[in-house]
């Protein structure tokens, strides 16, 4: 089993999470939720003994292993797809390419020379053999077929490659090399349709265990049985029964029953204020109402016993037996809404074309987009869904045909790269420099979106994917964009 002890993490002065305690087991299907910035990508790194706790321990059985899926890991412009699934299997590729080399030095060789390099071959070849070798092409093969990657060749490099095609290229090599703890960071991103749907029954099918962070509450709720839940305010993690769903209607009934205690305890409370403002109100109009010994003695004994309540009251209220009133945390509600209302043709796009070099990829779109539509652009990875975005945002020059926005329109391209974004900048400044706004409105703003605090002056170097995609939202709205096109803004 995968066990973590209490795991504690901080970087400097912040602390992402502590004392987190966790059991995942052979055939566990876990979902890890949590607000973008909450350390899950962090806690996954160091279930798979790529990052190490501040404090605690992560233990992990000897003779098993864990394999980290984490978001745009496909990297490396120049390598190879081949080179890239080689990785699957430690030494492969390495084994692969002195066999190559032995092979050219044995067709040159004399008779004298041929032995040892025979029988070196023979050595590599052994090794080559006992890592799976012969068995790692077909496996490929069918992986790639699995994964809608069968027309991509083994020589094509990664630069060639879609957004999609390299998150389900960097599954392949997950797949290939079958750990025994799948962990998944945001699996979804840049996924179309048919991938999404082969991913679930993947997960369903898969022989060891699944942890997977991720937003997306319908492959949450499909493919996890047990979910765990990183609290940014408790910077604990919490794990439930049951998918996503469960959890949230678990969390709304723990909400009501705390609410309910909350009320009885606060209504207890008031009473007792109430009592004690009468008590000493009683005692003041007392002895204010006569000079007789007597009485007057019997109102500063009425005043010592709402003293004596009083500091009850203030020694309950200091105690750890308070209810705090129940909040929503890390919920963002935005208005949209554009300061400036365009034109009612907000674009028109006609017989709009677009290649790269002599590669075409679409052709004669016809497209008019009218205010208030909400527009959907569906289709399989690489087939140019982000190409077209970046044309009907005047981002990109379309190969053929005409792409015009209307008049007054003010588009916001939200990107999946987050490639807008100064990453040495801050969200402050970000926003400073597209609005009129001093620093406390500015804060204000960011506040919308989830940025609170330091958020807002730490650099974008630092944020999370989720956090930078809040921001790109954040900033087109700010500088008055009335035309929002978003290009997977889930990732």
């Known amino acids: 089993m995968l066990q973590l002890v209490d795991v504690s993490k901080s970087f400097g002065a912040e602390t992402l999470f502590e004392s987190v305690s966790l059991v995942v087991n052979p055939r566990d299907r876990v979902g890890l939720v949590g607000p973008n910035g909450s350390g899950k990508s962090t806690l996954l790194r160091i279930m798979a003994g790529e990052e190490a706790p501040s404090r605690g321990e992560v233990r992990l059985r000897k003779d098993s292993t864990a394999g980290l899926l984490k978001p745009d890991e496909v990297s490396g412009p120049r390598m190879t797809v081949r080179e890239f699934l080689d990785a699957a299997v430690p030494r492969l590729g390495e084994m692969r390419s002195r066999l190559a080399s032995i092979q050219l030095r044995l067709a040159d060789a004399g008779p004298v020379d041929s032995t040892p390099l025979s029988r070196e071959y023979g050595e590599v070849l052994g090794e080559f053999e006992a890592l799976g070798g012969y068995d790692l092409e077909p496996r490929c093969a069918a992986v790639m077929e699995g994964l809608g990657l069968a027309g991509i060749g083994p020589e094509a490099t990664i630069a060639t490659l879609s957004g999609g095609q390299r998150t389900r290229l960097g599954l392949a090599r997950l797949l290939l090399s079958a750990p025994d703890y799948l962990l998944l960071d945001e699996p979804t991103n840049h996924l179309d349709i048919e991938a999404l749907l082969w991913l679930e029954e993947f997960i369903r099918s898969y022989r060891g265990a699944v942890v997977i962070a991720s937003h997306d509450r319908e492959l949450l709720d499909r493919v996890t049985r047990q979910t765990v839940v990183i609290d940014p305010q408790g910077r604990r993690a919490r794990k439930y029964a049951g998918n996503y769903s469960a959890y949230v209607e678990e969390v709304m009934h723990e909400a009501e029953r705390r609410m309910a205690r909350y009320r009885v305890q606060q209504t207890a409370i008031k009473r007792l204020e109430d009592d004690i403002a009468k008590?000493?109100?009683?005692?003041?109009?007392?002895?204010?109402?006569?000079?007789?010994?007597?009485?007057?003695?019997?109102?500063?004994?009425?005043?010592?016993?709402?003293?004596?309540?009083?500091?009850?009251?203030?020694?309950?209220?200091?105690?750890?037996?308070?209810?705090?009133?129940?909040?929503?945390?890390?919920?963002?509600?935005?208005?949209?809404?554009?300061?400036?209302?365009?034109?009612?043709?907000?674009?028109?796009?006609?017989?709009?074309?677009?290649?790269?070099?002599?590669?075409?990829?679409?052709?004669?779109?016809?497209?008019?987009?009218?205010?208030?539509?909400?527009?959907?652009?569906?289709?399989?990875?690489?087939?140019?869904?982000?190409?077209?975005?970046?044309?009907?945002?005047?981002?990109?020059?379309?190969?053929?045909?005409?792409?015009?926005?209307?008049a007054h329109i003010k588009p916001g391209l939200v990107r999946q790269d987050s490639a807008a974004l100064p990453l040495e900048s801050t969200p402050l400044a970000v926003i400073r420099s597209v609005a009129e706004m001093d620093e406390t409105a500015a804060r204000n703003y960011l506040h919308y979106f989830l940025f609170e605090g330091d958020d807002a002056v730490n650099p974008i170097s630092n944020l999370s994917l989720g956090e930078r995609a809040r921001l790109q939202i954040a900033t087109f709205v700010a500088g008055g964009a009335n035309f929002l096109i978003l290009d997977e803004p889930q990732n």
């Open 279 to 406: 008590k000493k109100e009683h005692a003041k109009r007392i002895e204010g109402s006569t000079t007789d010994f007597a009485i007057r003695k019997i109102a500063k004994g009425i005043a010592r016993q709402a003293k004596v309540r009083e500091r009850r009251l203030e020694r309950y209220l200091r105690s750890g037996e308070i209810v705090e009133r129940p909040g929503r945390s890390w919920q963002m509600k935005v208005d949209l809404a554009p300061g400036t209302r365009g034109g009612d043709i907000a674009l028109r796009l006609a017989e709009v074309g677009h290649a790269y070099g002599m590669q075409p990829i679409f052709s004669n779109v016809d497209l008019e987009v009218t205010h208030g539509a909400r527009v959907a652009v569906i289709g399989p990875n690489g087939c140019g869904k982000t190409t077209l975005l970046r044309i009907a945002a005047g981002d990109l020059a379309p190969s053929s045909g005409e792409a015009v926005l209307g």
